[in-house]
Structure formats: C-alpha cells, structure tokens
C-alpha cells in the first residue's frame, strides 16, 4: 500500500517570501503525484500533476513542483507568494492501474502581511 | 451546472438514522468518485464509478455505506445505522477521462455530515 507524508501542517509565511511545502510518499509501484489546493469554503482543487517525462512541473498560479524518486519526494514550491494563497495543500499519490487518490493529511499555508 | 454539485452541504442526524447525499457530476464525466474527510485529516478514497458500474469500491469501511448511479450521471450515497464515527465531509468528484485515468478531478464542496 502507498502512503504519504506532508510534514508540516502549517506554515506561516510573509507575503512575497519563498516557500516550499514538503511530500514524501512511500510506494512499492509506480505512481502518479499530485498537489491539490482547498481555499476556504471551496472545493478541492488541482495544482499541478506529475505523470511522466520531466520531474519539473509546473502547476498553475506560479507553483512548481519537482519530482525526485530516489528521496520518493514530490516537494511544491514557489518564489514568492500572495496574501491569496492562504490555503489547504494537500499532496495525493495513485497507483498506476488503480484511480483511487491517497491523500497526506495537509499542509496549511498562512500568508501574513 | 458548471461545477459538481453536492446536496445537502450540511446535514445532521441522529445515531442509528439513515442518510443520503447526492452527487451531480459535470455533464459527461463519466468518471464519479466518493471521497471522505474526517477533521484535520486528507480526504480518503471510499468508492469509484465509470459509468453505471462501481468500478472500485474497495474504500467502503463496511457494508453500512452503499452508493449508486444507475443511469451514469447523478451518484447517490448511502449511509445505515449512522454511527458517531460517520460525522466528515463527504466529497465527491468526477473527471472526464475514460480508462486512462490521468484526467483532472473536479471536486464539488462536499456534504458536511454529524451524527449525534
């Protein structure tokens, strides 16, 4: 069975600052990596996905992940980030073969002023 | 309607009751999946439609959830004998892919339930 693993459940951040929230998974197959976002009162929705091909990703609204398989990692990142990004991250991994999504347990991102 | 749409987005019953949440995907995803999100933690794969067909349903925690979608658009939840432990949010989604299964999910807002 995959697991994953986000480490932090919240990071604060100040506006225009860097940051990279982290995704570790664990799987004895390959597998299909995702980042969903949860702004408040919203639905889920994605970020980006990695399928295949180049380990750099980019997703939308600036963010970027890179997918490193000898770490099983799948960290997100961006440059510089917006009071507007306040949200729920959440990194999801799925089996090839399967479409159940397994899901870590959320990174909250809080951007001060 | 342009997104999934879930109802009721909140309900709240009794222990022992049973419940129902619908699920009206984006027309023409043929593909519909339940998911539920306990507090604090990610959402938790429950069950997986292609058409009319439960494609996968091993995410269901016991035979007291059931779900359907006879006609391979609106999907209905079922919930028995309603336990304290049921109390989440119960996501739904659906995509438009067929088998490949690397289209994006669509998420409505979810159907927040409590049983007392």
């Known amino acids: 069975a995959q697991s994953v693993t986000q480490l932090d459940s919240q990071v604060p951040v100040f506006e225009e600052a860097p940051v990279e929230l982290r995704c570790n998974y664990s799987?004895?197959?390959?597998?299909?990596l995702f980042w969903y976002v949860q702004y408040p009162n919203q639905g889920l929705q994605l970020l980006l996905k990695?399928?295949?091909?180049?380990?750099l990703v980019k997703g939308i609204n600036g963010f970027e992940a890179e997918f490193n398989k000898s770490q099983t990692s799948f960290h997100l990142r961006k440059p510089s980030v917006h009071i507007s990004d306040t949200a729920e991250y959440f990194c999801?991994?799925?089996?090839?073969?399967?479409?159940?999504?397994?899901f870590g347990s959320g990174t909250r991102l809080q951007v001060q002023p | 309607g342009a997104g999934v749409s879930q109802t009721p987005s909140n309900k709240v019953t009794e222990k022992g009751k049973y419940v129902e949440l619908r699920c009206d995907p984006i027309s023409g995803h043929t593909a519909l999946y339940w998911y539920r999100q306990s507090l604090g933690q990610g959402p938790e794969f429950l069950i997986y439609?292609?058409?009319?067909?439960?494609?996968?349903d091993s995410g269901l925690p016991n035979d007291r959830f059931f779900a359907v979608r006879p006609e391979g658009s609106v999907s209905t939840l079922k919930i028995q004998r309603t336990e304290r432990g049921d109390s989440a949010v119960y996501l739904c989604?659906?995509?438009?892919?067929?088998?490949?299964?690397?289209?994006?999910?669509?998420f409505g807002e979810g159907s927040r339930l409590t049983v007392l």
């Open positions: 999801a991994v799925r089996k090839t073969g399967r479409r159940a999504l397994t």
């Open positions: 439609f292609q058409g009319t067909g439960a494609a996968d």
């Open positions: 799987s004895s197959v390959s597998v299909y």
């Open positions: 989604a659906s995509s438009l892919d067929g088998t490949s299964g690397t289209g994006e999910l669509f």
């Open positions: 990695y399928l295949s091909g180049s380990t």
